[in-house]
């Protein structure tokens, strides 16, 4: 499942002044700071790192010791959610993009992996999971543990941007107790004017490149008397303009933290009314 992005305190430090909010729609919304796409150097870079993940996934999924990344279980069997960046190794510079990896932790009291499943492919519920930033789901291909998905989001800091995503969604298991999803972007598309007669997807030339790419693995593991879920977020977005990353750099980075605090907590919950 994607993340949907909510407001938050990060989003009301940064824009504690009326200065600092006039600055963020200026930057975000201006006509003139049009991303188009990633640049093909980006695109090849973020998929290198993609691969490096989910190889390091793929082993992870191979035997039960490991199967998560380790965390406090204390903490979260008390029912904190424990979520951190996850740096990218050193050097890594994606031309013209940025780059953003996260990864929540959270335990649910007295559910299963059987649930984590069932709560996970039902994708005509997650407008009611993930309200109000999940708006519509439809399924357009499923074969197997394989789906085709295609979702709108609509996700509102300064500005509501609502956009349009097709996601490539395979599930898979390792026994009863240990399963895992990852879901991989294949058409993100940033909508104009959602809900009125003048609706459009935004063209190429047009995209504000607020999100270029996005893939969320999950990972959940049933023990001590409930489960243990871990969602990692990995995704692509247009560069700070330079010179101003000081003032919008802690804005944007706490985006994908806060849409990831979010999908956790709602996934969480659906799996503790089972």
């Known amino acids: 499942m994607i993340g949907s992005m909510k407001p938050g305190s990060a989003v009301r430090s940064f824009t504690g002044s009326i200065s600092g909010l006039i600055l963020i729609v200026n930057i975000v919304a201006g006509p003139g700071l049009s991303a188009a796409q990633p640049k093909p150097e980006a695109v090849s870079d973020f998929n290198t790192y993609i691969s490096q993940v989910e190889s390091r996934l793929d082993q992870q999924h191979l035997s039960p010791k490991g199967f998560l990344v380790a965390e406090d279980a204390a903490r979260l069997q008390a029912g904190e959610q424990i979520i951190a960046r996850v740096p990218p190794p050193a050097g890594t510079d994606l031309p013209g993009a940025m780059l953003h990896h996260w990864r929540g932790t959270a335990f649910v009291?007295?559910?299963?992996?059987?649930?984590?499943?069932?709560?996970?492919?039902?994708?005509?519920?997650?407008?009611?999971?993930?309200?109000?930033?999940?708006?519509?789901?439809?399924?357009?291909?499923?074969?197997?543990?394989?789906?085709?998905?295609?979702?709108?989001?609509?996700?509102?800091?300064?500005?509501?941007?609502?956009?349009?995503?097709?996601?490539?969604?395979?599930?898979?298991?390792?026994?009863?107790?240990?399963?895992?999803?990852?879901?991989?972007?294949?058409?993100?598309?940033?909508?104009?004017?959602?809900?009125?007669?003048?609706?459009?997807?935004?063209?190429?030339?047009?995209?504000?490149?607020?999100?270029?790419?996005?893939?969320?693995?999950?990972?959940?593991?049933?023990?001590?008397?409930?489960?243990?879920i871990q969602i990692e977020s990995v995704s692509l977005s247009r560069s700070i303009p330079p010179g101003l990353a000081w003032a919008i750099k802690p804005f944007v980075e706490s985006v994908p933290k806060e849409s990831?605090?979010?999908?956790l907590s709602a996934t969480r919950e659906a799996l503790s009314k089972k």
């Open 260 to 263: 990831l605090a979010f999908t």
């Open 109 to 228: 009291p007295g559910a299963t992996a059987a649930d984590f499943d069932r709560v996970m492919k039902s994708f005509e519920a997650y407008p009611t999971v993930y309200a109000p930033q999940l708006v519509q789901t439809s399924i357009v291909s499923h074969e197997g543990d394989h789906f085709q998905v295609q979702m709108r989001t609509r996700q509102k800091h300064v500005i509501t941007v609502v956009m349009d995503m097709t996601l490539d969604v395979t599930f898979g298991s390792l026994d009863e107790g240990h399963r895992h999803s990852l879901s991989r972007s294949t058409d993100i598309k940033e909508i104009e004017s959602a809900g009125t007669s003048k609706e459009r997807a935004l063209g190429p030339s047009e995209n504000r490149g607020m999100l270029w790419n996005l893939n969320t693995y999950w990972s959940s593991e049933e023990r001590d008397g409930g489960l243990y």
